[in-house]
């Protein structure tokens, strides 16, 4: 089931923020692509590294035409463990990678599917130090607002989907 990708998360002056190598499993439309990670299988190269954690799974959904990522994570076992909502630009697909404009502000869920908005004040901040455009900060304010809809309304991936997904890799994968 491999099919290598690397979705890039970059700043909005275009530096890197992380690098993260995955498999493309998955594009819903025009509108989606679905990447998964596996912590023992994908290198995630980042500006400020992370001591090692236990084994864990995510699914990055990237939209390429709606200003939100979404990175559902999920423990070594398979359980569900929340999301992380960023707002972005739309992703962009070149070769092999994709690519993320992230705007600084998440929504963040947790396993009962409560939420709350984070890093308000980096985004205004960032807003100023990096020359947001006014296209940006709307895109920030729409793709949060995209993030509490998809969970108030139960839709992909909180609606099961991301579950019956993982179950779905790990079975092309075969035994570990």
């Known amino acids: 089931m491999r099919n290598p990708v690397t979705v890039r998360k970059l700043k909005f002056d275009g530096s890197v923020k992380y690098e993260w190598d995955g498999d493309l499993v998955e594009a819903l439309g025009d509108e989606w692509i679905i990447v998964f990670h596996d ?22 959904y990237v939209g390429l035409t709606q200003p939100l990522t979404v990175l559902v994570s999920f423990d070594e076992r398979g359980n569900w463990t929340g999301a992380k909502c960023d707002a972005a630009l ?52 729409r793709g949060i607002g995209l993030a509490i809809a998809l969970v108030e309304r139960r839709e992909p991936p909180f609606d099961g989907s991301a579950e019956a997904l993982l179950g779905r890799v790990l079975a092309a994968a075969g035994p570990t």
């Open 90 to 141: 739309p992703g962009a697909v070149r070769g092999r990678g994709i690519d993320f404009v992230d705007l600084d502000l998440d929504v963040i869920v947790a396993r009962d599917l409560s939420y709350y908005v984070r890093d308000v004040e980096i985004f205004a901040e960032r807003s100023r130090t990096m020359a947001y455009s006014d296209e940006a900060k709307s895109a920030a304010l």
């Open 39 to 60: 912590s023992e299988l994908h290198d995630k190269r980042e500006a400020l590294p992370r001591p090692a954690e236990p084994r864990s799974y995510g699914f990055h």
